[in-house]
C-alpha cells in the first residue's frame, strides 16, 4: 500500500469510525427513550413494516451503487443515469406499496393500525433513493466526512421528533416519524453540501454497462435481504407482534454493532481495493492487512457486548425487555460471522467477482432455510419464565447456518484472492484469543452485587484495559498503525 493510499485510507476509515459512533450514539439515546416509552406491541408493529421496506429499499438501489464503486472511473453520465433510475423506481414502488398496504395488515393478525403506518413510512425509500449517488460519490473520493456530518445530523433532527411524539403519546407513530425526519434531513445535507449535480437525461448504454456487477449484487442483496428478515415475517406472523418486539428490540440493537462495522469496511476497503484490482501481490497484502484490523475490532466489540448484555439492557430498560437479553447474545456471536462473510464479500466485489458473491450467498441462505425448516415446529414455544423459548431455537438454528455458510465463504475467497484458507483463520485467531483474556475479568465483575451501571462501567473499562494491554505485550502491529495514526505520526 503506497503512503498516499494508506494514508487516504486511514482518513476514510477514521470519518467512517467517526460516523458510526455518532450514528450509535443517536440511536442510542432515542431508542432508551422510546424503549421506555413504547410498547411490545408498538415495536412489532414497526418490525412488521420495516420487513417490507427493506425489500423496497433493496430494489430501489437496484445493486448499482455497489457497482459505481467497483468502477475504477465512472462518469458524470454514469452517476446520473443511476440516480434517475433509483427515483423512478422508488416511486413505482411507493405506488404498488400504497394499494397493498391492507395485504400486509392481513399478514400479521390483520392489525389494521398497519395501513397508514406503512403508508407513511414507505415514504422513507424515496427520500433515501435520492440520497444514493450523492453518497456513493463522496464514498468513492474517500470522502467520508460530509457524509458522517448529514447522516449525524440527520439522525439528531430524527431523534428529536421521534422521542418529543414518544413522550407525547404517539406510539409507534414516533419511530415512523423519526425515520421520515431522518431520511430527509440527510438528503437535503447531501444534496447542499456536494458541488454535484446531476445530467437531465438517463443512459440506458450506461445502466447497461453497470448489469454484470449491478445485478449480481442486487441478486445477492435481495437474498441476503430475505436472510435478515425471513424470521421477522415467521415470527410476527405465527408467533404474534408482542414477541416480533421482543425480537426486534434484540435485533435492533444487535445491529448496531453488526452493521456498524460491516457499513464501516465496505466504505473504506472497497474503494481502496478497486484502485489495485489489478495488481494481485499487492491486492493481496492489503487483503491480510484487512483481515488483520478487521479482526482487531470484531472480537472484541461483538463478544465484549454479548457478555456485558445484561448489565447493557438492565442499566438502559430496567427488567421491561429482559426477554430479548439471550436473543440479542446470540445475534451478536452470529453477527461475528456475519461481518466476516461480509469482508470476504468486499474482497469479491473488489475484483468484480459478482457470481461468486452470489454463489456464497445462495449457501448461505440454503442453509438458513434448512435451519429454519427444522426449529420452525418450536418457533411458537413458551415457558412460564421464557416467552421467547421458541425463538431462542430458532436463532441457535441461525447461528449454525451462518457458521458453516462462513467455512464456505473462506474456501470461496482463498480460491478467488491465492490466499490459503489457514491465512484467513491465522489472522483471526490472535485475537480471539487476546479478547477471550479481556473477558477473563468481565466474568468476575459480573458475579459481583453491584448496580448494572457499576457492573456494565466497570467490566467495560477493565476489558478494555487488558484487551489493549495484552495487543501492547504481543507488539500488535495493527495497534501500532491505529495508536500512530490518531496520534498524527502515520507517515
Given at each position: 500500500m503506497t503512503s498516499d493510499l494508506k494514508l487516504r485510507t486511514a482518513r476514510s476509515l477514521k470519518w467512517n469510525v467517526i460516523d458510526r459512533l455518532s450514528q450509535q450514539v443517536l440511536y442510542a439515546v432515542t431508542g432508551i427513550v422510546l424503549?421506555?416509552?413504547?410498547?411490545?406491541?408498538?415495536?412489532?408493529?414497526?418490525?412488521?413494516?420495516?420487513?417490507?421496506?427493506?425489500?423496497?429499499?433493496?430494489?430501489?438501489?437496484?445493486?448499482?451503487?455497489?457497482?459505481?464503486?467497483?468502477?475504477?472511473?465512472?462518469?458524470?453520465?454514469?452517476?446520473?443515469?443511476?440516480?434517475?433510475?433509483?427515483?423512478?423506481?422508488?416511486?413505482?414502488?411507493?405506488?404498488?406499496?400504497?394499494?397493498?398496504?391492507?395485504?400486509?395488515?392481513?399478514?400479521?393478525?390483520?392489525?389494521?393500525?398497519?395501513?397508514?403506518?406503512?403508508?407513511?413510512?414507505?415514504?422513507?425509500?424515496?427520500?433515501?433513493?435520492?440520497?444514493?449517488?450523492?453518497?456513493?460519490?463522496?464514498?468513492?473520493?474517500?470522502n467520508v466526512r460530509p457524509v458522517a456530518i448529514s447522516n449525524a445530523i440527520g439522525l439528531g433532527a430524527g431523534a428529536v421528533v421521534g422521542i418529543t411524539m414518544a413522550v407525547t403519546g404517539w406510539g409507534a407513530w414516533a419511530i415512523v416519524w423519526q425515520t421520515i425526519v431522518s431520511a430527509a434531513v440527510k438528503s437535503l445535507i447531501l444534496w447542499a453540501v456536494s458541488r454535484w449535480l446531476p445530467l437531465m437525461r438517463m443512459s440506458w448504454p450506461a445502466l447497461r454497462s453497470f448489469m454484470s456487477v449491478g445485478l449480481g449484487m442486487m441478486f445477492t442483496s435481495f437474498l441476503n435481504t430475505v436472510f435478515l428478515n425471513l424470521y421477522s415475517f415467521f415470527i410476527g406472523n405465527r408467533v404474534g407482534l408482542v414477541s416480533l418486539g421482543y425480537y426486534t428490540q434484540s435485533d435492533?440493537?444487535?445491529?448496531?454493532?453488526?452493521?456498524?462495522?460491516?457499513?464501516?469496511?465496505?466504505?473504506?476497503?472497497?474503494?481502496?481495493?478497486?484502485?489495485?484490482?489489478?495488481?494481485?501481490?499487492?491486492?493481496?497484502?492489503?487483503?491480510?492487512?484487512?483481515?488483520?484490523l478487521t479482526a482487531y475490532l470484531l472480537f472484541p466489540a461483538m463478544l465484549g457486548l454479548a457478555a456485558l448484555a445484561t448489565p447493557i439492557f438492565h442499566t438502559l430498560f430496567g427488567t421491561k425487555w429482559d426477554a430479548s437479553i439471550l436473543l440479542f447474545q446470540i445475534l451478536l456471536i452470529r453477527g461475528v460471522f456475519v461481518v466476516l462473510n461480509g469482508l470476504y464479500g468486499n474482497y469479491m466485489l473488489a475484483l468484480g467477482r459478482s457470481r461468486a458473491i452470489v454463489a456464497m450467498e445462495i449457501v448461505r441462505d440454503v442453509a438458513a432455510i434448512i435451519?429454519?425448516?427444522?426449529?420452525?415446529?418450536?418457533?411458537?414455544?413458551?415457558?412460564?419464565?421464557?416467552?421467547?423459548?421458541?425463538?431462542?431455537?430458532?436463532?441457535?438454528?441461525?447461528?449454525?447456518?451462518?457458521?458453516?455458510?462462513?467455512?464456505?465463504?473462506?474456501?470461496?475467497?482463498?480460491?478467488?484472492?491465492?490466499?490459503?484458507?489457514?491465512?484467513?483463520?491465522?489472522?483471526?485467531?490472535?485475537?480471539?484469543?487476546?479478547?477471550?483474556?479481556?473477558?477473563?475479568?468481565?466474568?468476575?465483575?459480573?458475579?459481583?452485587?453491584?448496580?448494572?451501571?457499576?457492573t456494565l462501567a466497570t467490566a467495560a473499562a477493565a476489558a478494555l484495559v487488558v484487551y489493549i494491554g495484552a495487543n501492547a505485550v504481543t507488539h500488535s502491529r495493527i495497534q501500532s498503525d491505529v495508536i500512530s495514526y490518531f496520534r498524527g505520526r502515520l507517515k
Open positions: 424503549a421506555r416509552e413504547l410498547t411490545q406491541a408498538d415495536f412489532g408493529l414497526v418490525g412488521a413494516v420495516l420487513i417490507f421496506q427493506a425489500f423496497a429499499n433493496l430494489l430501489v438501489d437496484s445493486g448499482f451503487s455497489s457497482a459505481l464503486i467497483q468502477r475504477k472511473n465512472p462518469t458524470r453520465l454514469d452517476y446520473s443515469s443511476v440516480l434517475w433510475f433509483n427515483l423512478l423506481v422508488a416511486a413505482a414502488l411507493y405506488i404498488v406499496l400504497w394499494f397493498c398496504a391492507p395485504l400486509i395488515a392481513w399478514c400479521f393478525e390483520n392489525d389494521q393500525r398497519l395501513i397508514p403506518l406503512s403508508r407513511v413510512m414507505f415514504l422513507s425509500f424515496i427520500l433515501n433513493a435520492s440520497a444514493i449517488v450523492q453518497t456513493n460519490r463522496f464514498m468513492k473520493e474517500m435492533k440493537w444487535s445491529k448496531l454493532g453488526i452493521a456498524s462495522l460491516s457499513q464501516v469496511l465496505t466504505s473504506t476497503f472497497v474503494p481502496a481495493l478497486s484502485g489495485v484490482q489489478d495488481d494481485a501481490p499487492r491486492f493481496r497484502n492489503m487483503v491480510r492487512k484487512m483481515n488483520r435451519a429454519l425448516a427444522v426449529t420452525f415446529p418450536y418457533m411458537a414455544m413458551e415457558t412460564a419464565d421464557d416467552p421467547v423459548f421458541g425463538i431462542t431455537i430458532l436463532l441457535y438454528g441461525q447461528l449454525a447456518a451462518t457458521f458453516l455458510a462462513w467455512v464456505v465463504a473462506v474456501v470461496t475467497v482463498s480460491r478467488l484472492t491465492g490466499i490459503p484458507s489457514r491465512n484467513y483463520i491465522a489472522d483471526c485467531l490472535p485475537y480471539v484469543a487476546l479478547t477471550l483474556l479481556s473477558l477473563v475479568p468481565v466474568h468476575f465483575i459480573l458475579s459481583a452485587d453491584i448496580p448494572a451501571w457499576l
